[in-house]
């Protein structure tokens, strides 16, 4: 585990240097774009704790196809014992049909020993639509059909095929502010009652053209989670964004 806390900061600055894209149309958004995000919170005296934050992502956006790599390293830990660690990385790759149509291939991966997750890996086929496409207001939902490969620690490995479907909001409120709600749900096509959702909820706000304040809100459900672990886990943090 140590050796593992040592290597991802590094290996999630090596994985955003990579190509990546997006769900928008080009024509109304930069060609390429990087954004880095941290967050820390620490005390001592009474109590000393521990929580670190890392988020990455690339998106290239070229000749109509839309390609983004994201990243995301938290840690936490509580009078120099580990707490909480998780790792999720994600790919996608997508060619635009029409202005409001795309197809994608998405591979996906976490590692969440705390939750009994060694490593879950998924890769997926499927299309995007732009429901709403206002200046202010945009909705995007997607749907698509894969295969998971869960390694569990305290579990058999498990696999199955899957279909699952996504909804991204994005609500400007002025130049400067922004809010954004993405969820999924992902069904096993071999067993109804495993079954899992996931809710991003996001509010940024401007401080500088480059830098930006952001408070979000992860929740991951799991209908069927390893013997012994919780069904949902919540990540609450506060970041500094720089986008360049």
Known sequence: M?????IVPAALLLFAAGRAGAQTPADQQPHHETSAEVSFVGTSGNSSTESVGL?????????GWLLISKGAYVHNSS???????????????????????????????LHDQFAGIESRNTVALGEAYILVDGSKNKLTADGAFGYANEERTTAPTTET???????L???????????TD????????????????????????????IFSLKVSNTVRYVNQPVPGFEKTDTITAVALVAKF
Do not use: C, H, P
């Not at 909001?169 to 809010?179: C, G, M, P, Q």
């Not at 096993?188 to 053209?209: E, F, P, V």
């Open 182 to 209: 993405e969820s999924r749900l992902v069904f096993s096509l071999s067993d109804s009652d495993d079954w899992r959702s996931g809710n991003i909820a996001t509010l940024s706000a401007k401080l500088t053209t």
């Open 169 to 179: 909001y994005d609500w400007k409120l002025s130049d400067t502010a922004e809010i």
């Open 161 to 167: 095929a899957t279909w699952d479907m996504g909804m």
């Open 55 to 63: 988020g990455l992502s690339r998106t290239d956006r070229v000749d």
């Open 79 to 109: 009078f120099g014992q580990l707490k909480a660690e998780s790792v999720a990385l994600s790919l996608q790759a997508g060619k635009i049909v029409t202005r409001r149509l795309s197809m994608f291939a998405r591979y996906g991966f």
């Open 2 to 6: 140590r050796s593992l806390r040592s």
